[in-house]
């Protein structure tokens, strides 16, 4: 059993006229068919940066923020004000008025004389009986009140539909272009604008050192076939790995800071960079999924209701788990298995299936099961205190429209989660990597130049990144629905 929450779909419809020195792990250094044994070796595991990454949903940015502009929907819902609409009888006319936030700043709304709402059969009777129809009811004129005091005035397409029970206030009404007459007036004009939201990069440095003397001690690693070139290779490695850990962890959880500064090589104070995760993104604007665990089959049935709300008509979802909402899956598929199958096609799912249920397809939507090892990481997110384990997020494969400014002209289609590097100008800052060199040299590194006289070679990695989250009205958090008892 689970409760959720709709978004609310976003309308501004109105009436109105590896720059390196050496490669990095995410470079040429390693072969696809290498990389999943480095990752299970040194217990990574794959998180949204992998996914993202390596699912080629990546994009340069060209500033520390961008700015992107949405397309919102060209249509949307009316909410009736606080004064109901009232009973009335057949064929008569009704006034009314909308909620306060139905209005823009400038006193436009929606709702244009000419337009029909739409009201259901349970408040209407036609020829005095009960209906299943919902009915018409068109706009004929609006007074010149402000705000929530404007007041509409609407007929009945029908001259037998009656008001029978008032439309309570707060109540949303569906919107449809009215009907005309021949030689009437024509429809009153509409513009749908866009909706901004700024993203912001994130700086993540990793570092690793030698000191002088290690490197040249011979290793028996070095003998075996394809074995390192001693420490170097180590190091490099665990400092790559502690970059993407950052990344990874910024791409979730990440904030943008405002209260934190440090100074830099000039003695400036600057506030230090970070980009909003995908968590709180969903905490702000998506959809909620609470469920009282353990998660079950039949849980997969209100996502179906969600997505519609928001007009999203994709087949394809990805839905990010943590090990134990992973878990609650496979039992629940597994006893719905055993449950309908009748013990004729148990083993023949589990052979196209699997324990691990990589695919789920219910109500017509098929999600891709993927279990996101960062909430399970007991050094982080795994860690009890915490509840990653058991939640989870969902993401439609869609495209969402966007422009990059309003003087651009060109629209594009963008996956609605991107992963974006500042890269612009001949600087690329996806993953930079260098060598400090001290007085140890390795492999010729540094040559005859020394930054400072430590005994050491030292070496530092930086990347800055974005999120980009496109329509997350449209994407769901899942979490237990007693995460703060």
Same mark, same amino acid.
């Given at each position: 059993?689970?409760?959720?929450?709709? +978004?609310?779909? +976003?309308?501004?419809?109105?009436?109105?006229?590896?720059?390196?020195?050496?490669?990095?792990?995410?470079?040429?250094?390693?072969?696809?068919?290498?990389?999943?044994?480095?990752?299970?070796?040194?217990?990574?595991?794959?998180?949204?940066?992998?996914?993202?990454?390596?699912?080629?949903?990546?994009?340069?940015?060209?500033?520390?923020?961008?700015?992107?502009?949405?397309?919102?929907?060209?249509?949307?819902?009316?909410?009736?004000?606080?004064?109901?609409?009232?009973?009335?009888?057949?064929?008569?006319?009704?006034?009314?008025?909308?909620?306060?936030?139905?209005?823009?700043?400038?006193?436009?709304?929606?709702?244009?004389?000419?337009?029909?709402?739409?009201?259901?059969?349970?408040?209407?009777?036609?020829?005095?009986?009960?209906?299943?129809?919902?009915?018409?009811?068109?706009?004929?004129?609006?007074?010149?009140?402000?705000?929530?005091?404007?007041?509409?005035?609407?007929?009945?397409?029908?001259?037998?539909?009656?008001?029978?029970?008032?439309?309570?206030?707060?109540?949303?009404?569906?919107?449809?272009?009215?009907?005309?007459?021949?030689?009437?007036? +024509?429809?009153?004009?509409?513009?749908?604008?866009?909706?901004?939201?700024?993203?912001?990069?994130?700086?993540?440095?990793?570092?690793?050192?030698?000191?002088?003397?290690?490197?040249?001690?011979?290793?028996?690693?070095?003998?075996?076939?394809?074995?390192?070139?001693?420490?170097?290779?180590?190091?490099?490695?665990?400092?790559?790995?502690?970059?993407?850990?950052?990344?990874?962890?910024?791409?979730?959880?990440?904030?943008?800071?405002?209260?934190?500064?440090?100074?830099?090589?000039?003695?400036?104070?600057?506030?230090?960079?970070?980009?909003?995760?995908?968590?709180?993104?969903?905490?702000?604007?998506?959809?909620?999924?609470?469920?009282?665990?353990?998660?079950?089959?039949?849980?997969?049935?209100?996502?179906?209701?969600?997505?519609?709300?928001?007009?999203?008509?994709?087949?394809?979802?990805?839905?990010?788990?943590?090990?134990?909402?992973?878990?609650?899956?496979?039992?629940?598929?597994?006893?719905?298995?055993?449950?309908?199958?009748?013990?004729?096609?148990?083993?023949?799912?589990?052979?196209?299936?699997?324990?691990?249920?990589?695919?789920?397809?219910?109500?017509?939507?098929?999600?891709?099961?993927?279990?996101?090892?960062?909430?399970?990481?007991?050094?982080?997110?795994?860690?009890?205190?915490?509840?990653?384990?058991?939640?989870?997020?969902?993401?439609?494969?869609?495209?969402?429209?966007?422009?990059?400014?309003?003087?651009?002209?060109?629209?594009?289609?963008?996956?609605?989660?991107?992963?974006?590097?500042?890269?612009?100008?001949?600087?690329?800052?996806?993953?930079?990597?260098?060598?400090?060199?001290?007085?140890?040299?390795?492999?010729?590194?540094?040559?005859?130049?020394?930054?400072?006289?430590?005994?050491?070679?030292?070496?530092?990695?930086?990347?800055?990144?974005?999120?980009?989250?496109?329509?997350?009205?449209?994407?769901?958090?899942?979490?237990?629905?007693?995460?703060?008892?």
């Amino acid at each position: 059993m689970s409760s959720v929450t709709k +978004g609310t779909i +976003g309308s501004l419809t109105t009436q109105s006229a590896y720059n390196v020195n050496f490669d990095s792990l995410y470079n040429a250094v390693l072969k696809p068919q290498i990389l999943a044994e480095l990752i299970q070796r040194y217990g990574l595991g794959i998180g949204v940066h992998d996914i993202l990454y390596f699912a080629n949903r990546t994009a340069p940015v060209k500033g520390s923020s961008e700015t992107v502009f949405e397309e919102g929907s060209p249509y949307k819902l009316v909410t009736v004000g606080a004064g109901t609409i009232p009973i009335a009888n057949a064929g008569a006319a009704v006034a009314f008025s909308l909620a306060a936030a139905d209005f823009d700043t400038n006193d436009k709304t929606f709702l244009a004389v000419g337009d029909a709402v739409i009201i259901p059969p349970k408040y209407l009777t036609v020829g005095g009986a009960a209906t299943y129809e919902p009915k018409h009811y068109q706009i004929t004129a609006v007074d010149t009140g402000v705000g929530a005091a404007k007041k509409f005035t609407a007929s009945p397409l029908d001259k037998g539909v009656a008001i029978a029970v008032a439309v309570p206030a707060a109540t949303k009404l569906m919107v449809t272009p009215g009907n005309y007459a021949p030689g009437s007036d +024509g429809a009153k004009p509409k513009s749908t604008g866009w909706y901004s939201k700024t993203y912001y990069t994130a700086i993540k440095k990793a570092a690793w050192q030698i000191e002088g003397s290690s490197q040249s001690n011979e290793r028996y690693i070095e003998n075996l076939k394809g074995g390192g070139a001693g420490i170097m290779t180590r190091a490099t490695i665990d400092a790559d790995m502690r970059l993407t850990k950052a990344i990874n962890d910024e791409l979730l959880i990440g904030e943008v800071p405002n209260n934190l500064t440090m100074a830099n090589r000039d003695s400036d104070d600057n506030t230090v960079r970070g980009t909003m995760g995908l968590w709180p993104t969903l905490n702000a604007y998506g959809m909620k999924q609470f469920y009282t665990a353990p998660y079950a089959i039949t849980d997969f049935d209100a996502l179906k209701e969600l997505f519609l709300s928001q007009g999203v008509i994709s087949g394809n979802a990805v839905f990010g788990v943590g090990s134990k909402l992973n878990e609650y899956i496979e039992n629940s598929g597994l006893e719905f298995l055993k449950d309908y199958s009748g013990g004729t096609d148990l083993m023949r799912s589990f052979n196209d299936l699997g324990i691990e249920f990589k695919y789920i397809k219910k109500n017509t939507i098929r999600y891709m099961i993927q279990e996101i090892a960062s909430f399970s990481d007991p050094t982080s997110f795994g860690a009890d205190a915490y509840y990653f384990k058991e939640a989870g997020f969902i993401v439609p494969d869609a495209d969402v429209t966007v422009r990059k400014s309003m003087d651009d002209v060109a629209q594009i289609k963008l996956k609605n989660l991107r992963l974006g590097y500042k890269a612009y100008n001949g600087e690329d800052r996806t993953r930079v990597a260098k060598v400090l060199p001290g007085m140890a040299s390795i492999n010729g590194m540094g040559g005859n130049v020394a930054v400072d006289a430590y005994d050491d070679i030292r070496g530092q990695m930086l990347s800055e990144f974005m999120l980009l989250v496109l329509k997350p009205n449209q994407m769901i958090r899942v979490m237990p629905d007693d995460v703060l008892s």
